[in-house]
């Protein structure tokens, strides 16, 4: 039977290791059929990620910090080489903010560690779909995935300035659907709850946060990033064909709880 993936290219931003919720959704959209490239932020992950890369057969493995347009432009021209200037698919995984500023209190966020959250965790989006358009055109449309946490749209103690950048990060979201729509381009996002990676291990508050989900949600029961790997992989695929600009909740329903 053909995968639903099939013929499908596409680019994954923010593969650290075999935990992280990029790798799987990539593990999802690579059993579906699809082609996937991906791209890695600094040498210490690089040999973690090529092997993953490898495991799912990829064409390109390469080094992109969200944080430099250069970056950017030379992995969305090895990305057009790879594909024949198409690409179907991207997820966008990636966010970053200083351990200190999800200690303390909000209040104490300095300028510069303020935009460099806003930059790693929300302008991202906008630089990689805006390289991500021509390729997508070329393909007959597109689709574009990113995370994002509750912590945007309600006040989670800890989550701090991530959490304002996950505000900017869910509007990105709907002005981009706005602005891409008209070429069939789908950009969505997945409001994951607790999920034990690498970047959670920063979050000082990350246990309480796990264990109030698993009190308090309306299942009763924590969430793992294969969840998320399969949400994705629907909003990715045709199935999804007319939703845009929206957030679907992987949380085991926490986010519809006022207690
Ligand atoms: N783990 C959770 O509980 C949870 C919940 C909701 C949302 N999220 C979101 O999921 C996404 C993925 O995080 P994860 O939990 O899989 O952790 P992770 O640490 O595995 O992934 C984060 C990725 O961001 C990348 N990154 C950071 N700064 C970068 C930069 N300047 N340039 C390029 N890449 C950079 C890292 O290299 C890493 O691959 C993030 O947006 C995170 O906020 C996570």
């Not at 989550?159 to 996950?166: L, P, T």
Request: net charge negative; proline share 4%.
């Amino acid at each position: 039977m053909p995968g639903p993936f099939d013929g499908k290219r596409g680019l994954v931003l923010g593969v650290a290791n075999r935990r992280s919720i990029a790798w799987a959704i990539a593990k999802r959209l690579a059993d579906g059929g699809a082609q996937l490239a991906f791209t890695y932020q600094g040498d210490r992950i690089e040999k973690n990620v090529r092997e993953l890369a490898e495991s799912v057969s990829s064409p390109l493995v390469t080094e992109c910090d969200v944080r430099s347009d250069q970056d950017l432009d030379r992995v969305f021209g090895e990305v057009s080489d790879t594909f024949g200037g198409r690409l179907d698919l991207l997820v966008h995984s990636v966010a970053y903010a200083a351990a200190e500023d999800l200690e303390g209190r909000f209040t104490d966020t300095p300028r510069d560690r303020f935009w460099l959250a806003l930059d790693v965790s929300a302008y991202s989006l906008v630089a990689a779909t805006k390289r991500a358009e021509p390729l997508m055109v070329a393909a007959g449309g597109g689709s574009i995935v990113t995370m994002t946490y509750l912590g945007g749209e309600r006040a989670v103690p800890h989550y701090n300035v991530m959490g304002v950048a996950k505000a900017a990060l869910d509007s990105s979201v709907k002005y981009l659907a706005w602005d891409l729509g008209e070429k069939n381009i789908r950009v969505n996002a997945i409001s994951a709850g607790p999920v034990r990676t690498l970047a959670a291990r920063s979050i000082a508050g990350f246990p309480t946060m796990e264990a109030i989900v698993e009190e308090r949600a309306p299942l009763r029961r924590p969430i793992d990033a294969d969840d998320v790997g399969a949400a994705a992989a629907y909003l990715l695929s045709d199935d999804a064909r007319n939703v845009t600009a929206t957030t679907l909740h992987v949380d085991s329903g926490y986010h519809a709880m006022g207690m």
